[in-house]
């Protein structure tokens, strides 16, 4: 079993629906929670992160972390054909070096 | 500013030969991530430098797997004795020093996609 899974998609909603993309992991040592966007053929980009639990929000997106169950969500709102691509979740613990990435979740908005 | 930069962008290869991967990381970051990404997957660790430490190697997956870092600044991922395995997209992230957790921003560049054929 991976660390961090991940539902592949692919995630197909019309525009200006809510999205919701989910991870769960089972390391209860990760401190550090990321989301990150992958257009085709490009580099990830971080879209946000959080420490520890809570929410954080950002413009059209929100994420949220509940470490007590070990899952992390993305929620978009409104969403555009421009936030067709692969997210990722990633996360680390304190002092680790490198992220554990989720496989990702291909999502199309369809105008 | 510019961002991170990695060549070749496409690189196709026969199985047995050497590749050699290079990555220029965002000026001022003193870390340095290698991953791969094989099809339809996640990114996987492969090593990471800071500063003049010693790097972590905890994620090459053979020995044929090498990765260097120069002056540190530019970093070259080399492949020997390819194998069809080894087809991936490789990608360089680079991180800032400063403030706790920074490891959390990495920065990407847009990967080098490895075929083997």
């Known amino acids: 079993q991976k660390e961090v899974e991940q539902d592949p998609g692919p995630l197909s909603v019309p525009e200006g629906a809510i999205v919701s993309l989910n991870c769960t992991y089972s390391?209860?040592?990760?401190?550090?929670f990321m989301w990150y966007r992958q257009y085709s053929r490009k580099g990830p980009e971080l879209l946000m992160y959080?420490?520890?639990?809570g929410n954080k929000e950002d413009g059209r997106f929100t994420a949220q972390v509940d470490k007590s169950s070990k899952y992390i969500s993305l929620f978009i709102r409104d969403s555009q054909p421009s936030d067709s691509a692969t997210y990722l979740c990633?996360?680390?613990?304190?002092?680790?070096?490198?992220?554990?990435f989720g496989g990702g979740t291909r999502l199309m908005v369809k105008p | 500013g510019a961002g991170v930069s990695q060549s070749p962008s496409n690189k196709v290869t026969e199985k047995g030969k050497d590749v050699e991967l290079r990555c220029d990381p965002i000026?001022?970051?003193?870390?340095l991530y290698w991953y791969r990404q094989s099809l339809g997957q996640g990114l996987e660790f492969l090593i990471y430098?800071?500063?003049?430490?010693?790097?972590?190697k905890s994620g090459l997956p053979s020995d044929r797997f090498s990765a260097e870092r120069t002056g540190g600044s530019v970093s070259t991922l080399t492949i020997q004795r390819t194998q069809q395995e080894d087809s991936a997209v490789y990608l360089c992230?680079?991180?800032?020093?400063f403030g706790a957790g920074s490891s959390y921003e990495q920065y990407f560049g847009p990967g080098t996609r490895l075929t083997v054929t």
């Open positions: 390391n209860s040592a990760f401190q550090y």
């Open positions: 430098f800071q500063g003049n430490s010693a790097p972590d």
């Open positions: 992230a680079s991180s800032s020093p």
């Open positions: 959080t420490y520890s639990s």
């Open positions: 990633a996360m680390n613990n304190n002092a680790g070096n490198m992220l554990t």
């Open positions: 000026s001022g970051h003193t870390a």
